[in-house]
């Protein structure tokens, strides 16, 4: 499974990880800091964009292979296990980091719930949200990938987690797409 965080600059950073990845890919998890009136139609947006379905996480729905799910800008989202599979769990608990969603309450459940099944990519943005989390992901056996300092508009939390030790590799954007599928054994992306 795949996990991406992003703040500043996110956008355009997730819709280009995103075009690149095949129909068939692994169920993905996004938190991108966006305000709660945006986040559905930015799901919509990318949905008609990509290869891949995107929509807007919901409580307790089953995670699916080929489906992109993105936080609502209200809640935190996070990954549980249940009796029958993965769901989506969203949270309006406290910010984390100033931030609800957090991409530290994702990576942290991903860490938990997927371990070393797990890809965390954390993309550009201010701040240091997602660093610590993807830490976690490392530390569980998943495989990590920070954006790096050239292709950010803000390098914040990529920069944080690198400073952490948090990333198993810093690549640029364009590459993203690319070395997550390398690591899942899928081969070449959808426009490589």
């Keep these: 499974m795949i996990f991406i965080g992003a703040s500043t600059g996110g956008t355009e950073a997730i819709k280009q990880v995103l075009a690149d990845l095949p129909a068939s890919v692994p169920p993905v998890l996004i938190v991108q800091h966006m305000p709660e009136m945006f986040t559905g139609a930015f799901a919509r947006r990318l949905d008609g964009l990509c290869s891949v379905k995107v929509k807007e996480a919901e409580d307790g729905e089953s995670i699916q292979g080929g489906t992109v799910y993105i936080a609502p ?17 969203l949270s309006r608990a406290e910010p984390v980091n100033r931030h609800r969603p957090s991409v530290d309450v994702l990576f942290s459940s991903a860490a938990r719930t997927v371990g070393a099944g797990a890809v965390g990519v954390l993309l550009t943005g201010m701040g240091k949200d997602g660093a610590r989390g993807l830490l976690e992901m490392r530390e569980a056996g998943g495989w990590t990938i920070a954006q790096d300092h050239d ?42």
């Design 151 to 192: 292709s950010c508009v803000v390098y914040g939390m990529p920069r944080e987690a690198a400073l952490l030790g948090a990333a198993c590799e810093v690549v640029t954007l364009k590459d993203v797409a690319q070395q997550i599928l390398r690591h899942l054994g899928h081969g070449a992306t959808r426009n490589g």
């Design 73 to 89: 800008g209200h809640s935190h989202l996070s990954i549980v296990r249940s009796p029958t599979g993965l769901q989506c769990s």
